[in-house]
């Protein structure tokens, strides 16, 4: 049972270019979501998704664009990387709530560094 | 906006001690309340998830309470052990917020000496 799964887990990037990261979960959850986590920032909320085909703007989400063409998946891209978008990215999945209690699962993290 | 803190930053304590870490929110109004480990350079594992109509949850020697009223949540550690430590994460979703969205506190280090 995978679980919420993140590619790839390091990647260092210079600046000003591109990359996707991708998150797949095989929990067949509704709702989807990527976190930076910084050094005494804790965990902020970039982009999330409540179903295949849509998405929607968290805490911080400038510099970043995300798809979820596939309810299994969701992309987290970055079109011209800064060095401050250097942190560790988390994806993470739940059920919408009703019947199914709304337990969040997490990735294993993607660590970037932007040079 | 929920606010979500946790007390203390960091800990350090013998082995075999009974611990406690506290979180607390700033708006009552949650949906569930859910704590998590991560280990360094690991990610986020699920530890407990407690819905709001809920007083506590046990999973082994993890007991976590929430008293939503006074915006308060506890995990209780049992007997601790060496490999008990890792970063402890609480988080909220706000019942206003749309997407079941976590707010979450900065962490406590937990650290246990053998």
């Known amino acids: 049972n995978a679980g919420v799964t993140q590619t790839p887990k390091f990647r260092v990037l210079k600046t000003g270019q591109s990359m996707t990261l991708l998150c797949a979960q095989d929990m067949n959850h509704e709702y989807m979501y990527w976190y930076r986590q910084d050094p005494g920032m804790g965990l902020r909320l970039i982009h999330y998704s409540v179903g295949e085909g849509t998405t929607a703007k968290g805490e911080v989400p400038d510099g970043y664009n995300v798809s979820r063409l596939k309810k299994q998946n969701f992309l987290l891209g970055l079109e011209s990387a800064a060095p401050s978008q250097t942190s560790v990215y988390f994806c993470?999945?739940?059920?919408?709530?009703?019947?199914?209690?709304?337990?969040?699962?997490f990735g294993q993290g993607t660590r970037l560094t932007v040079v | 906006k929920q606010e979500v803190t946790q007390i203390p930053a960091a800990l350090s304590v013998p082995e075999g001690e009974n611990l406690v870490l506290n979180c607390s929110f700033t708006d009552s109004a949650i949906y569930n309340l859910q704590w998590f480990r991560q280990d360094p350079g690991k990610g986020l594992t699920s530890l407990l998830l407690?819905?709001?109509?809920?007083r506590e949850q046990t999973s082994g020697r993890l007991n976590a309470s929430l008293d939503k009223s006074s915006g308060r949540s506890t995990l209780y550690i049992a007997a601790s052990q060496p490999g008990d430590s890792a970063t402890y994460l609480c988080a909220v979703i706000p019942v206003m917020e749309y997407g079941n969205k976590l707010v979450f506190g900065a962490g406590t280090i937990l650290r246990v000496k053998s």
């Open positions: 407690i819905q709001s109509s809920q």
């Open positions: 993470a999945s739940s059920y919408k709530g009703g019947r199914r209690n709304t337990e969040a699962f």
